[in-house]
């Protein structure tokens, strides 16, 4: 399979948004699971239209001669509590058939690139506690565990 990144396109959307299922996985087992896949199309469609408006970046993966998107990665700029500007993965979503084909080091390695040539110093991003798949795959690529979000049930 022969993957490569590009800026997504106002073509891409339903592609993308197809992807906002994997959005979901790893999400406590006391959450609405459709209620988390609703917030993953939100989310990429939020982060969508802000590169219409300049306010972040969003690349997919694409395979074939088709141009199949089979990821998608959005990242733009985000204060963290400390006052420093960092960027921020909002999503990172691979299609069951493409993953462990590249796509995801090939997405994250885009929107480094992103922060870099916005002179940015870190790059961040959250993922579910059970979602150890992502958990070790980020973890492989050097990033570390920062903070640590507690719930309780009622």
Same mark, same amino acid.
């Given at each position: 399979m022969e993957i490569r990144i590009r800026p997504a396109l106002e073509e891409d959307r339903?592609? %993308?948004m197809a992807l906002a299922a994997r959005l979901a996985e790893?999400?406590?087992a006391w959450r609405d699971p459709e209620a988390a896949v609703d917030a993953g199309r939100q989310w990429l469609a939020g982060s969508l239209d802000a590169t219409r408006e300049r306010r972040g970046e969003v690349f997919v993966a694409v395979e074939g001669d088709e141009q199949r998107v089979v990821g998608v990665v959005s990242v733009n700029?985000? *204060?963290?509590?400390?006052?420093v500007t960092d960027a921020y993965v909002?999503?990172?979503a691979v299609a069951p058939d493409a993953v462990r084909a590249g796509a995801g080091r090939r997405l994250?390695?885009?929107a480094?690139?992103?922060? *870099?040539r916005q002179g940015l110093r870190h790059l961040t991003l959250e993922t579910? &506690? &059970?979602?150890?798949t992502a958990r070790r795959f980020y973890?492989?690529?050097?990033? *570390?565990?920062?903070? %640590?979000r507690l719930t309780r049930s009622l």
């Open positions: 339903q592609a %993308v790893g999400v406590a700029q985000q *204060r963290h509590f400390t006052g909002g999503e990172l994250m390695a885009a480094e690139a992103w922060a *870099r579910g &506690a &059970a979602n150890t973890a492989a690529l050097g990033y *570390r565990e920062e903070a %640590v």
